[in-house]
């Protein structure tokens, strides 16, 4: 009898540990687990008002690829000496201190009995360039860098190529508009002695009297809803001053049965909503309210009295603007959002066919994005992105734990034999 038992209790077990470590690889989606996750499609910035009509950027550089290959091109408002551009010694702990800090945090309510119910059924279930100024150059960190300025877009694309600079084609549309405009462009590439592995986020200073992203140029190697993350140390609440705004409540956040909730999605969608243009402001306060361990941020933190997070999703084809950004008075917005009272906002209470089959196969929005251009089709999300992994990982599970049934409805039989 004991046997029989075990032989019930053993798959369920089973089950049970394989959707906890399952729903782990979902929630976290990133190149390794923690319990706030540092989002890895993302173009993080921070930047800095110095109160003496300079902004400093502090930019994340993405790249994956050949040493070789590597060229990363940022257009300027104004040109800037050799000096203004930095390598932070600890800017990449940095970044990875102040997106877990800031991350928008939910704290559930308990799980309903539509929730426990859904368990049970499942386990029941189973140099030299004409018409080209150079303003500056140097070499910083693992980087050597130019600033570069012409009238010419065509002069300037052939000086960046002769001096083996990367342009590809789909580039150079786009710097002409930023050349029309008279940017700059400052030029950088990695030292000889330097491969990939050796990329750090760079920091630039340059006068300005309101901070931007030049999303245009980062259209052309964008990934599909790519967020963008930024954070401003200054003296007041940054906002976007040409990008909308859009908020979410607490209420439409759904929470699901093995864990994790529709935040990004929702993020999505609002952003969708305003064709990509818009940030939410995930995060806003006196600079006093957070204790930093990184030197970088606690140099930032003691010359800046507040600190703004702003994120956004967007796609390539929706970057024909570059967000610029202003500070005024503005309420606070804190990160963490305790919802451990509220009642209904997990999926099974919300919509037929939803929990834990939903969960599995990365639809768990609610909505059906059925205003979107395309066709009446709904938009793919990140959560739908991870549909054939939840399916190939969900079918690996079922096989693993029927594989384990046969395994013991074996052992028991033959137990049985040679007991007789």
């Known amino acids: 009898m004991r046997f029989k038992r075990f032989l019930i209790l053993l798959p369920l077990s089973l089950l049970l540990i394989f959707l906890a470590t399952a729903n782990a690889t979902f929630a976290c989606g990133g190149l390794f687990c923690l319990a706030n996750p ?13 109160g003496d009509g300079t902004i400093s950027a502090i930019i994340q550089i993405q790249y994956t690829g050949f040493d070789i290959d590597f060229s990363w091109i ?27 800090m800031t991350n928008p945090q939910y704290i559930p309510p308990p799980l309903p009995d539509c929730a426990l119910d859904e368990m049970v059924v499942l386990s029941e ?11 500056s150059e140097g070499e910083v960190g693992p980087y050597q860098f130019v600033v570069i300025g012409s009238e010419d877009p065509d002069a300037l694309v052939n000086w960046l190529r002769d001096n083996q600079y990367v342009v590809e084609d789909p580039m ?8 029309e405009e008279e940017f700059v462009f400052m030029a950088m590439r990695l030292q000889p ?12 200073t340059y006068p300005s009297e309101n901070p931007m992203i030049p999303l245009r140029l980062t259209a052309v190697a964008a990934n599909p809803d790519m967020a963008v993350l930024t954070w401003f140390f200054a003296e007041e609440q940054a906002v976007p001053e040409n990008y909308g705004h859009f908020e979410i409540d607490d209420d439409e956040i759904t929470f699901f049965t093995f864990g994790g909730h529709n935040y990004r999605t929702l993020m999505g969608e609002k952003a969708d909503e305003m064709d990509g243009q818009a940030f939410i402001t995930e995060y806003a306060a006196p600079t006093s309210e957070l204790q930093f361990s990184d030197p970088l941020l606690q140099e930032l933190a003691g010359k800046h009295s507040y600190l703004t997070r ?11 603007v570059d967000p610029v950004f202003r500070y005024e008075e503005r309420p606070n917005v804190f990160n963490i959002h305790d919802l451990s009272d509220t009642r209904g906002q997990y999926d099974c209470e919300r919509e037929a066919g939803g929990g834990i089959f939903s969960t599995l196969f990365g639809n768990n929005s609610g909505s059906s994005n059925d205003d979107d251009d395309d066709g009446g089709l709904p938009r793919p999300t990140q959560q739908d ?16 734990v029927g594989g384990l049934v046969g395994a013991g409805i074996l052992i028991g039989r033959r137990s049985r034999k040679t007991s007789e």
């Open 38 to 50: 540092i989002d890895q499609n993302a173009e993080r910035i921070i930047f800095t008002d110095n």
């Open 74 to 100: 940022l257009p300027i408002p104004v040109p800037i000496e050799a000096d203004a551009v930095e390598v932070p010694e600890t800017a990449a702990n940095a970044f990875s201190e102040l997106e877990i």
């Open 125 to 135: 279930a189973a140099e030299d360039g004409g018409g080209v100024e150079v303003f």
């Open 172 to 179: 150079i549309p786009l710097i002409d508009v930023y050349v």
């Open 193 to 204: 002695e330097f491969g990939v592995q050796d990329i750090q986020p760079i920091k630039i």
């Open 310 to 320: 702003l994120n956004t999703v967007i796609s390539p084809e929706e970057m024909t």
């Open 385 to 400: 992105e991870g549909f054939s992994n939840g399916l190939i990982v969900g079918l690996g599970g079922a096989a693993l």
